[in-house]
């Protein structure tokens, strides 16, 4: 059976002999590509994506240093690692090779083990930054790609279809009236709805290069390359009658059903068409498939946009509900070359009508057969649904016990019959820009709260998934290590809650969120994923220069998540891992590495771990040592106050020592 090739390299050397020699090295393990000019190597990285290019420095035409600046240059290939392979041994050159962006240096001639164990940590490397990068890609309640991901692919489809002149759909996917579903079911239950279309589109989808993802809210998008519009069409109907006859059972046992509106776009790239202009006429074709009544799909006409029937469905609605024939004739009159005027007889057939359109305003007459304006208005404010829409009174009495009723059950005017009709148009043009306002205003409050739960929801998700993710990598690779991240997250908690009720460092505790200290302290360990297999797991103890290597794992812990926050941006869980993992190896007495720490300048998060790190070594049986017992433990930590732990921190622990045995 052929070995799983672990990834793509792409060797650039004018050395045929090195060329070969490498390739022989590391074909085994990798797909290896060759070149023997920067010129063409610069080709063959756009062509071939490698995972990892190996640059020779000394070379003709344009040399290595020459080349990396290049391939740094374009957004394609500047996030590929180079590992710099070359006779230069002067420490500016490594230094000159390393500023302008490689990621290792080798010197020739080379060990055909250096050169392995350098690729491989490398690709390590990768795996784990893409391991990142995935989890803030994809959306944590579907596990689509999220609006992260679609911008990055959609980029990368627009600019191929400009280049080979192809037909790009798309379309935008909105639940149909989502957020009465939350206020009617709840929040919980929706995300069951949101998770079920998401995993429908997805499955609706067959062809390898078509690609959903959620929009934001309840809207998802989906990109179809190479598609006419009748086929966007037939695979948006598709999935419009998926989901429609689709039956959700909710937790209590209920079973609903919910619809979609499908917005279409579909377009062959030109220069002055851009990828905002496919998502806004998409998104235009959506709206149009909502004014006409929900659960359907629309494709964008420019032509049927700028026609008429678009005036018309971009103009605010009325209803002009009376019983008088004339008085609504007056009212369509008036207002019907600024607004959409739904005239209606009853109030009876009104509500028939919010079944399918919501307007912006109602204009509704007190004196009517079978149900009159108070009685309307009445089952109007208590339905939730309604109870937001501006109603402004239509009548003829003029008392004002009529006027404070209404105004007491929330009518927003009153009108006398008969009208003028600039007053009217007036008054209902002062209301609607007051609602206009008020709406606005809502939602963007609204949006903001969804966004911030949703950032602290993703927040969590993304913590709790990379940790787990991560610090498992680390230990299996630590064989030694045994269940290492999960006992020292324990002494955490025990110490932080112990230092909580003691007071001590309490200005700087408090700010802390316990639970995102914990998940991050999982992290402390990451930087040993640079560390060689052959010496972790080491069956004795440590030379001196095995010991000097390892030590190293705390500063490269630093960088690895560095490099996170440099693509993903700071918070305080990525800046609190970086604590841990640089400084739980510091000392109080300033001999601790990596940075020789004294005291204070030790930052509280590193000398907290520093006592729970130790203390799991101590108790935990290694090939060099056995196991200590909780009392020697205690005995060391108590006699290395003051020189390896901070005074301050080991009182409490004594304290609550015997918690620490509770979890061995």
Not at 399 to 412: L, N, T, Y
Not at 524 to 553: F, M, Q, R
Request: aromatic share 8%; hydrophobic share 40%; net charge negative.
């Amino acid at each position: 059976m052929a070995k799983t090739k672990k990834g793509t390299l792409l060797v650039i050397d004018d050395s045929e002999l090195n060329l070969a020699a490498i390739k022989e090295i590391l074909s085994a393990d990798y797909t290896v590509y060759t070149e023997n000019n920067g010129y063409d190597g610069i080709k063959a990285a756009l062509r071939y994506m490698p995972d990892i290019i190996i640059l020779d420095i000394i070379m003709p035409k344009i040399d290595g240093f020459e080349t990396i600046v290049k391939l740094k240059e374009k957004e394609e290939t500047r996030n590929i690692p180079v590992i710099f392979i070359t006779g230069l041994t002067d420490s500016k050159d490594e230094e000159k090779g390393l500023s302008l962006g490689g990621a290792d240096y080798i010197t020739k001639p080379f060990s055909p083990e250096i050169v392995k164990l350098r690729v491989r940590n490398q690709m390590r490397l990768l795996d784990y930054i893409h391991t990142i990068e995935d989890i803030g890609k994809r959306d944590p309640l579907t596990n689509m790609p999220n609006r992260r991901s679609f911008d990055e692919r959609i980029y990368l489809e627009w600019k191929r279809a400009m280049r080979e002149k192809s037909i790009i759909s798309l379309l935008i996917v909105d639940i149909d009236n989502f957020r009465v579903f939350n206020d009617t079911y709840g929040h919980l239950r929706g995300d069951l709805v949101l998770t079920t279309i998401a995993n429908l589109i997805t499955q609706t989808l067959k062809r390898p290069g078509d690609f959903a993802a959620r929009w934001g809210g309840e809207e998802f998008i989906v990109l179809l390359p190479e598609t006419e519009v009748n086929g966007a069409f037939m695979i948006a109907e598709q999935i419009r009658d998926t989901i429609s006859n689709n039956k959700i059972t909710l937790p209590d046992g209920q079973i609903v059903n919910v619809s979609v509106s499908i917005g279409i776009n579909t377009r062959v790239p030109t220069p002055d068409y851009s990828v905002d202009n496919l998502i806004h006429y998409a998104d235009d074709a959506l709206y149009i498939a909502k004014v006409n009544g929900r659960n359907r799909v629309q494709c964008y006409d420019a032509a049927w946009f700028s026609s008429p029937v678009q005036r018309s469905a971009e103009m605010k609605t009325i209803f002009a509900v009376d019983d008088n024939s004339t008085n609504l004739l007056a009212a369509e009159e008036a207002l019907s070359e600024q607004y959409n005027v739904v005239t209606l007889s009853s109030a009876s057939i009104m509500f028939d009508f919010l079944n399918t359109v919501v307007p912006d305003l109602i204009l509704l007459d007190i004196e009517m057969p079978d149900m009159n304006g108070f009685e309307a208005l009445k089952v109007l404010k208590d339905d939730m649904r309604h109870a937001s829409i501006p109603v402004i009174f239509l009548t003829a009495k003029t008392d004002d016990a009529s006027e404070a009723r209404g105004f007491e059950m929330g009518v927003v005017d009153f009108i006398q019959k008969p009208f003028s009709k600039p007053v009217l148009r007036n008054r209902i043009k002062a209301h609607l820009d007051i609602d206009e306002i008020i709406r606005d205003r809502t939602n963007l409050l609204q949006q903001r709260t969804e966004l911030l739960q949703y950032k602290t929801e993703k927040l969590i998700r993304l913590q709790n998934s990379m940790t787990t993710v991560l610090a498992n990598i680390v230990e299996n690779r630590d064989k030694l290590a045994g269940s290492h991240v999960e006992h020292t997250a324990k002494y955490l908690r025990i110490l932080l809650n112990a230092l909580f009720e003691c007071g001590s460092y309490v200005d700087e505790v408090m700010e802390w969120d316990v639970e995102g200290i914990i998940s991050s302290a999982r992290l402390h360990d990451i930087g040993k994923v640079a560390v060689s297999d052959v010496i972790l797991n080491k069956p004795g103890k440590l030379t001196s220069k095995e010991y000097e290597i390892v030590k190293k794992h705390a500063g490269a812990g630093e960088d690895i998540i560095t490099d996170v926050i440099a693509e993903s941006g700071s918070d305080p869980f990525l800046h609190n891992a970086k604590v841990f993992a640089g400084s739980h190896h510091e000392k109080w007495d300033g001999t601790g590495y990596p940075r020789g720490l004294k005291g204070e300048e030790i930052p509280l998060q590193g000398r907290i771990m520093a006592i729970a790190d130790v203390y799991d070594a101590l108790v935990s049986e290694r090939p060099y040592k056995h196991a200590f017992s909780h009392a020697k433990a205690e005995e060391i930590i108590r006699e290395n106050s003051g020189t390896h732990f901070d005074p301050q921190i080991v009182d409490i622990f004594l304290k609550v020592s015997s918690l620490f045995a509770e979890v061995v």
